[in-house]
């Protein structure tokens, strides 16, 4: 922060003082939670004003980190060198399998980490299904179905009965 902001920063929290509500000893919980109150707005009002926002958007590298930051020095060397492209090629793919790693790591957290009506809103994301194994369809007699065709056989004699007057 420059001194400008420090500034700012104080005049706005002496004049939030003002409002403030004062305890003494004698004081109930809903006191307390009236000045905790007025703490986290003034807190957030005075970081709203002086601080720098940050907008999170999908181009956002929340996940990138010093780890990330120093392969991809590294692959950077192998591509400038053009000596070796074999290491410059194994390079690339651990670089790869890190953000992988630190993407998957990230929306694990994330998810985790959820609350309420967040959770259907993290739903599109962590899609279960994309992931999951089925086990194959098998009829009466034991036959599995291997192929969209053979699971349409199998599913349209127990699916659509035939009547008694068909032959």
Known sequence: MTEEDTEAAETLWVELAKDRPHLDAECTEDEMEQVAAWCQG???SVLNATAITIRICMKSKRWWNADIKARRKAVGREKRRRRNSEEAAWAK???QKLIRR???QMLSDYVQNLRG???WRAARYANSR???TVEALTNREGKQANTAMEEEEMLRPESLPPNDDDQ
């Open 117 to 119: 009506a967040e959770e």
């Open 130 to 132: 994309a992931s999951m």
């Open 102 to 104: 630190s993407k998957s």
């Open 42 to 44: 003034a807190m957030s």
């Open 93 to 95: 793919s651990e670089f």
